[in-house]
């Protein structure tokens, strides 16, 4: 296929190189990088006209909104409009309905798996749109991924971002402030660590990436928090969960406490750049007020 990559940071530019490499004819464009791996477009306009299929992985739904308003018109009929960014549902919807008038096709394709998955080609997608819209993503999903679930209508491979994340913060929170309290109870970590991992307690934030340094498989603790996921990442996902359960009127209050908490960490303490699972020695340090 030919293929315009608009986006081309941390993520992005891991992801075109690997369509590149499959065979795939990728042009770039990037408004701060340009990567010698890939041939580079002028402006988006450029890197998208002509192309079977324009994907984007952009920062925000504002900055996709203006990329889209300059693609989507220069787009061939028929094409494909795959967003890749995570955005907010209402954005992600919007862009949809705006391709569908032009006659072009379109997906909200947010992805897990952070940079090392980028680089490795094994990316989770969660897919909003149409049925065409997904068959025609999908032998690219499978270069750039190891799996790619079809979430149903445009806007819902946002929505189901949103949804774990917003599950990932209150876990990972949970998570720090049980390994806080067995500190100062004088539980041992490790034992702690056993028991939970094979109880009730059990969570991918205590198994997988468990925030305790030396408990568990290797994590971002183990590496004094460099961050695998930045809190805030996490904090811009927890944000965006709460700006949707505004938008459908759903009650989400340990939602909206796990935003807060994560606002307080990054913005008013010491969190920016660490991972999100460093809210450990944050609980460590603090006091019940």
Not at 93 to 115: E, K
Not at 237 to 259: E, F, N, V, W
Request: with cysteine.
């Amino acid at each position: 296929m030919k293929i315009g990559f608009i986006g081309l940071g941390n993520m992005g530019a891991p992801m075109a190189e690997n369509l590149a490499k499959a065979g795939h004819e990728v042009t770039g464009f990037d408004t701060m990088t340009k990567p010698d791996t890939l041939p580079m477009a002028g402006s988006a306009a450029e890197a998208a006209k002509d192309k079977d299929v324009v994907i984007t992985m952009l920062p925000n739904g504002a900055i996709l909104q203006s990329v889209a308003d300059e693609v989507l018109p220069v787009m061939s009929k028929g094409a494909l409009l795959l967003d890749c960014s995570t955005v907010d549902v209402d954005t992600a919807r919007a862009v949809a309905d705006q391709a569908s008038a032009q006659g072009l096709l379109s997906a909200d394709a947010p992805v897990s798996g952070g940079i090392g998955g980028a680089s490795g080609g094994t990316l989770t997608f969660m897919a909003g749109g149409s049925d065409a819209a997904f068959e025609k993503a999908a032998p690219l999903f499978e270069i750039m991924g190891q799996k790619a679930v079809h979430c149903g209508p445009s806007g819902n491979g946002q929505a189901a971002k949103v949804c774990n994340n917003m599950i990932l913060g209150v876990t990972m929170i949970a998570t720090c402030e049980a390994f806080a309290l067995a500190d100062k109870l004088g539980l041992d970590r490790a034992r702690m660590f056993d028991v939970v991992s094979t109880s009730s307690g059990y969570s991918w934030s205590m198994n997988a990436y468990c925030p305790a340094p030396g408990i568990g498989p290797q994590s971002p603790a183990d590496n004094d928090y460099q961050p695998g996921f930045a809190a805030d990442l996490m904090l811009k996902d927890l944000r965006l969960s709460q700006q949707a359960a505004t938008s459908a009127d759903a009650d989400t209050p340990m939602g909206q406490h796990a935003t807060d908490l994560y606002a307080e960490f990054v913005e008013r303490e010491d969190g920016a750049g660490k991972d999100f699972s460093a809210m450990l020695p944050r609980f460590v340090s603090r006091r019940r007020s």
